[in-house]
Structures are given as structure tokens and as C-alpha cells.
């Protein structure tokens, strides 16, 4: 089975440009999770979904930051627009269910000069 | 409000050297879910194990084993034997189970560097 697909894989752009990372979670999943690493946060939580419907965006930096889940395969994170301090790495995860083991897609390395 | 402690930074060892990462949790929840996850060097983040909070009992997997103990809110993670393979960075999480928006959300530890020198 496949597992969480994100695209693109790397990103570079210049700052003030708009950015979309996408995803499209494991079929028969549920809920879907975007996470950010950093190295000074760490992994932290930005927004989930629940039947493609928002529940929680209280991690969502700031109004720059936007999601949506238009169906329930595929899943968008967009940034406009971009500041260096959004370099990170963005993972998307899915679960069956909100209580369900979440599974990782691999992740967007995304760089902003 | 939930935390997770990893407190071991970094540990390096010798191959077949038996080794223990530790976490701590931190939760309010009387049901909540605690999993491990391990990223290697080439980024992604690989599910290990995933244990609920009414189950204690040890569990052991290959070479890895994990020791659950609710009276010091523990979730330790012990690798047998280690490998040059297993150099990783392993998270430890924790998962509210009592519902409202938190329900479900992964809080991380801030991860454990394992280096495996042959």
C-alpha cells in the first residue's frame, strides 16, 4: 500500500514568494496532521483535519499560513508569503482515526532565501 | 497541558552495545497514548510502537523492547545489540485521549541522537 505522499520533496524560493506543499494521505485514512520541524521547536504540531473538516489550527504561526482539505485525498499548506524563519521541514501525517497511530509521509525540506 | 522529556541529548556507543533512551511524560489525561518514533538520516519519520495508557505491560519486538511504568510516567525504549543501522534520532509522543480539539494531538520530546560506532 502506498504510503503518505507529499510533493514537492524540496523547495527553495525566495522570500515574499507564495508557497503550496501538498499532500495526499494513505486511502481509508481519516484524519490528516501537518507538523513542522525545526531545529529550535522541534516537531511541532500545526493543523489537523477530521473527515477533511479543520479542528485545530492553533499551531498555525500566523495568518501567513493557511490549509485546506478539499477532498479527502489530498490536503495543501500554503504560505504567503514566505520568510526565511518559514525554512523548516513539513510533514504531512494521516490515521485512521484522531486516536489511530499516525503515519509520516517523508516530508518537504523547504528553504527560504 | 501535556509535555514529553527526553533528557538524553545525544548518546553514542559501540556496535552490540545494549542501550536505554529514556522519556518522561506529563499529562492530565487519565487515558492518553504514548508511541515512539524513529527518523534516521534520511529524514523520514518511521512508526515504532504505540501503547495505551491501561496497558503496562512490556513489550519487546526483535532487538527493541519498551518498559511502560505509569508510577514514574516513564516510556523507555532499550535497543539490545545495537547496530550501526539503528543511528537515529528516536522520538518519544504522547497522545491526549480526552477528547475536545487536543484529542489526538501528538505532542513530541525534542529527540534522542543515537550514534552506533562499529
Known amino acids: 500500500d502506498a504510503g503518505v505522499i507529499q510533493s514537492p520533496r524540496h523547495e527553495v524560493t525566495e522570500m515574499g514568494q507564495e508557497v503550496t506543499l501538498r499532500c495526499k494521505p494513505i486511502s481509508g485514512h481519516n484524519s490528516l496532521f501537518w507538523y513542522r520541524q525545526t531545529m529550535m521547536r522541534g516537531l511541532e504540531l500545526l493543523i489537523y483535519f477530521n473527515n477533511n473538516v479543520p479542528i485545530d489550527d492553533s499551531g498555525m504561526p500566523e495568518d501567513r499560513f493557511s490549509a485546506k482539505m478539499p477532498n479527502a485525498s489530498f490536503s495543501t499548506l500554503k504560505i504567503q508569503p514566505s520568510e526565511p524563519r518559514d525554512s523548516a521541514v513539513y510533514f504531512c501525517a494521516s490515521s485512521r482515526n484522531r486516536l489511530e497511530t499516525q503515519y509520516f509521509g517523508p516530508g518537504t525540506r523547504l528553504l527560504v532565501l | ?118
Not at chain 2, 49 to 63: A, C, L, P, W, Y
Not at chain 2, 98 to 103: H, L, V
Open chain 2, 1 to 118: 497541558a501535556q509535555k514529553v522529556t527526553q533528557a538524553q541529548t545525544e548518546i553514542s556507543v559501540v556496535e552490540k552495545e545494549d542501550v536505554t533512551l529514556d522519556c518522561v511524560y506529563e499529562t492530565r489525561d487519565t487515558t492518553y497514548y504514548l508511541f515512539w518514533y524513529k527518523q534516521p538520516p534520511s529524514g523520514e519519520l518511521v512508526f515504532l510502537i504505540r501503547r495505551n495508557s491501561f496497558d503496562e505491560q512490556n513489550e519487546i519486538s526483535g532487538r527493541y523492547s519498551w518498559n511502560f511504568q505509569k508510577s514514574t510516567s516513564s516510556f523507555n525504549f532499550t535497543i539490545t545489540a545495537s547496530q550501526v543501522v539503528d543511528s537515529a534520532v528516536y522520538f518519544c509522543a504522547l497522545s491526549a485521549a480526552a477528547g475536545g480539539t487536543s484529542y489526538g494531538k501528538l505532542t513530541f520530546g525534542q529527540g534522542t541522537i543515537l550514534t552506533v560506532h562499529p
